[in-house]
């Protein structure tokens, strides 16, 4: 069984910063790839960032230039700073592991980037 902790999220100002950290524990083999998703009210969730252990990082183009994704590979941990936030950032953030051909999900924490 796999476990995805995330923290860091809360309430900011626009223009703002805030730092999402997630640490995969228990029984996981390798890690093929770490990232971020989000989900807004109403909407279907999207990309933010995906970052494979071999290849390209991609980014949603909202949010290029703005969030930067990153990985500590010894401690099974992804991190996404994200800086200059806007409304439209607003969602619960949910961390995504791939292992093998499984796919693990964090409970989710809120963002919220008041204007």
């Known amino acids: 069984q796999v476990q995805l902790l995330e923290s860091g999220g809360g309430l900011v100002q626009a223009g703002g910063s805030l730092r999402l950290s997630c640490v995969a524990s228990?029984?996981?083999?390798?890690?093929?790839?770490m990232g971020w998703y989000r989900q807004a009210p109403g909407k279907q969730r999207e990309l933010v960032a995906h970052?494979?252990?071999?290849?390209?990082?991609n980014y949603a183009d909202s949010v290029k230039g703005r969030f930067t994704v990153s990985r500590d590979m010894a401690k099974n941990t992804v991190f996404l700073q994200m800086n200059n936030l806007k409304p439209e950032d607003t969602a619960v953030y949910y961390c995504?592991?791939?292992?093998?051909?499984?796919?693990?999900w964090g409970q989710g924490t809120q963002v919220t980037v008041s204007s």
């Open positions: 970052m494979p252990s071999l290849g390209l990082t």
């Open positions: 995504h592991v791939v292992s093998g051909v499984r796919h693990y």
């Open positions: 228990g029984s996981i083999s390798s890690i093929n790839a």
